[in-house]
């Protein structure tokens, strides 16, 4: 069968074509016109919409056959019953794959899903292929693929696999607002002929993407996807988040994306033998992202913690062991060289460092450089929150970026990640005052320490399977 034999050579013809037509050229497809016309394929980008002669300044055409040059890719964001004929014309003009943004296939009952056999059989003897229904594309800013406003157009090490559109959307999103970038990211949607095999096995060999992010509802080729899941994790990490784990989740991607989600126990097991990485949730997983990108790899599990409360203290050390880190206790030249900077009143000398007087005297970043310093920690988690008063006291904007710049230079000296805990406060004003300047040091900030412990859990697993060569840290 040619349509298995191709892939994964030939997605890279269709995540880097050399024209483009959205057919059905309206407000409904407005995202991926408006952002691809900005990109480099935008002299090569051509409309097609019977009812405009024009749209946004540009030629519409009655239909794809009308186009007088090739089309290698098609965005297709018709109603869903005219979609077969767009497959029949796509045949004609020798088109190489076909997007289709349109709903109402089999997510929508027995008609829609006659439909996406209809639309693949003629796919099929067309020798097109096909990624949805029921998808947004292809996000791929090196060739100037785009599907929402405001997507970055610089590349990054992340590719994404997603079967929902909004992850999609979300992820890079998300991605701009830790300073990640994505090499590529496709949301392929019902799946009717290319599904999360074939693009987990191109991003596995895309030399790119140095680590592999996979959402999934449910698959018709669970053998295949098991497969690409053990062939990309022996090459790259690959974080995996399943929906539908549970009997409602179940039912509900099925309406989503008419997915069989399967049960818990079988995608669990699949993902231990194929060696991936699973997460819980969406948060989760671009936790890691931020982590993978911005801080070099933490050699153990062994992490330092430092915050201006004992009580909160003693609850962040059981989140981090149960996030699965360990809680040291410092060596005793460590605990000498505190005792000589730190007055005892007020003050925790021991692992986690409750330390509000360093925070008030200014020597906060010596303290943290002296834990760092410890052969028994390998990572450090800052909790940056304060009362309103000391708040108002200390934390000024002069402040917190010396911190910040301070924490950025310790990365590269002690080879140890460094990140920060800004749990949400009734001033929401300071709280983002302080993600936004930590943010541009290029340090990930986190809602909570149990997020931050899970984040740099996961990046020590990497680290054990991949050693440090895998990581961006100092190479972008």
């Known amino acids: 069968m040619w349509w298995k034999e191709k892939v994964p050579a030939e997605l890279e013809e269709i995540f880097y074509p050399k024209s483009v037509a959205v057919v059905g050229a309206s407000a409904e497809t407005l995202g991926y016109i408006s952002t691809i016309l900005e990109g480099k394929l935008g002299?090569?980008?051509?409309?097609?919409?019977?009812?405009?002669?024009?749209?946004?300044?540009k030629k519409c055409y009655p239909s794809l056959l009308d186009i007088p040059h090739p089309v290698d890719y098609v965005i297709v964001g018709?109603?869903?019953?005219?979609v077969p004929e767009v497959i029949r014309d796509c045949v004609k003009k020798g088109v190489k794959a076909v997007h289709i943004y349109s709903s109402?296939?089999?997510?929508?009952?027995?008609?829609?899903?006659?439909?996406?056999?209809?639309?693949?059989?003629?796919?099929?003897?067309?020798?097109?292929?096909?990624?949805g229904p029921n998808g947004m594309g292809i996000y791929c800013p090196e060739a100037g693929l785009f599907f929402a406003n405001g997507q970055p157009h610089e590349s990054g090490p992340v590719g994404f696999v997603s079967q929902s559109g909004t992850f999609a959307i979300y992820s890079t999103a998300a991605g701009e607002l830790a300073e990640a970038r994505f090499s590529k990211v496709v949301s392929y949607g019902n799946a009717v002929d290319l599904d999360a095999p074939d693009f987990v096995r191109y991003l596995a060999e895309d030399?790119?993407?140095?680590?592999?992010?996979?959402y999934v509802e449910g698959t018709r080729r669970g053998r295949e996807l098991f497969e690409a899941l053990r062939e990309a994790a022996s090459r790259k990490p690959v974080l995996v988040l399943k929906g539908g784990m549970t009997p409602d989740g179940a039912r509900a991607a099925s309406s989503h994306t008419g997915s069989l989600a399967g049960s818990q126990q079988i995608w669990e097991a699949m993902f231990r033998q194929a060696g991936v990485i699973p997460v819980r949730s969406f948060e989760e997983m671009m936790d890691v992202v931020r982590a993978f990108l911005l801080c070099p790899p933490p050699r153990g599990k062994r992490v330092s913690m430092a915050s201006v409360s004992g009580g909160v203290s003693v609850v962040e050390t059981d989140a981090c062991v149960e996030m699965g880190l360990q809680v040291p206790t410092f060596g005793e030249e460590t605990i000498r060289r505190l005792k000589e900077i730190l007055p005892a009143a007020g003050t925790s000398l021991k692992n986690p460092l409750d330390v509000w007087p360093a925070f008030v005297s200014g020597i906060l970043p010596e303290v943290l450089r002296i834990a760092l310093s410890d052969d028994n920690v390998d990572c450090m988690i800052l909790e940056v929150q304060m009362g309103a008063y000391y708040r108002e006291l200390v934390m000024t904007d002069e402040y917190l970026r010396g911190l910040a710049e301070k924490c950025r230079e310790m990365q590269p000296e002690f080879r140890k990640p460094v990140v920060i805990s800004n749990p949400p406060e009734l001033d929401w004003e300071f709280a983002h005052r302080v993600r936004r300047i930590f943010k541009e040091y290029g340090l990930p900030v986190y809602e909570s320490v149990r997020r931050a412990a899970k984040a740099l859990h996961h990046l020590h697993r990497i680290f054990l399977k991949y050693g440090e060569e895998i990581f961006p840290f100092g190479r972008f």
């Open 43 to 57: 002299d090569r980008l051509f409309l097609v919409n019977p009812k405009y002669q024009e749209f946004m300044g």
């Open 78 to 82: 018709t109603p869903a019953r005219v």
């Open 207 to 214: 030399q790119k993407t140095r680590l592999l992010l996979v």
């Open 104 to 131: 109402g296939f089999s997510e929508a009952g027995e008609e829609g899903a006659r439909l996406e056999r209809e639309i693949l059989e003629l796919a099929r003897g067309g020798r097109v292929r096909i990624i």
